[in-house]
């Protein structure tokens, strides 16, 4: 090769290799002023603080009742935990707050949010009241079940608690119920007559019909009423329920079925101003809470 070709492609060769090498190095520089800057901050999800909502709730049972006053603490501790506690139920069993029947009062004048009792035990404020706990020979768990979701019940209800400015929710059902203790044997109609027998709802009016004498009473009160002699009879459920409040103690006499409940639904009562001022998605997590 001759010098002046040599020299030429060399030039060329040297040319090419500097640009490459400024090339490279001018990758490098960014690199290096990519290094310099600051790595931007990484944004935090935002987070959307929300109130806590405050609830008082009352009932018609005794702390730890089986099924009924249990059933009734399970429903505070699953809406709260279904919220994160951000919806708090400070719950309240018969007599901590008011008394029993005093439930109703409570949350209608909106001095507590929520009672979970049954609600013939607001027969005298309005008869109606009765047919959504339990009508004698009248519908079975699930058939009322089936009535208040598809068949107008839950509207029925509605308007009928709207005139105390309540709104119900249906939370259980204690499902087919035993007629009751005696203390005496009973073999006929006529054996009911002046019996003196705690029976709320239409249940106590069918055996008003039948010559005795119906009085209601909360589960609290049933024992010493009984073992006293103040009542000659009670209903309340069933073996489970009954054995705890110890029934078998104060009456010898225990018979089956009970033709007063076969399937007796259990209530959320909710101050209805409370409820209407809700989110919608509120709302539904109180009703899935109580379902």
Known sequence: MK??????????????????????????????????????????????TQKTIEITMV???????PGLGTGAQRFAKRLSDMTNGRMKVNYFAAGERVKAFDSFDEVASGNAQMYHGAEYYWKGKHPGFAYFAAVPFGLTYSELNSWMRFGGGQELWDEL????????LVTGNTGSQMGGWFRKEINSADDLKGLKMRIPGLGGDVMAKLG?????????????????????ATEWVGPWNDAFMKLYEAAKYYYY??????GSMLALGINKKWWDGLAKSDQQIIEAAAS
Not at 5 to 31: H, N, Q, R, W
Not at 161 to 168: L, P, T
Not at 257 to 262: F, V
Request: aromatic fraction near 6%; include cysteine.
């Open 59 to 65: 009932t018609t049972w005794g702390r730890d009742f």
């Open 161 to 168: 608690s709207a005139e105390f400015g309540v709104k119900g």
């Open 212 to 232: 005795a004498s119906p009085v209601s009473l909360p589960g609290g009160q049933i024992y010493e009423n009984l073992i006293a002699g103040s009542i000659d």
């Open 257 to 262: 079925p009970g033709m007063h409940e076969p």
């Open 3 to 48: 010098r002046r070709e040599f020299i030429k492609k060399a030039g060329v060769g040297a040319v090419t290799a500097a640009a490459a090498a400024t090339g490279i190095a001018g990758l490098i520089g960014c690199a290096k002023e990519e290094e310099k800057k600051p790595a931007a901050k990484e944004m935090a999800p935002a987070v959307q």
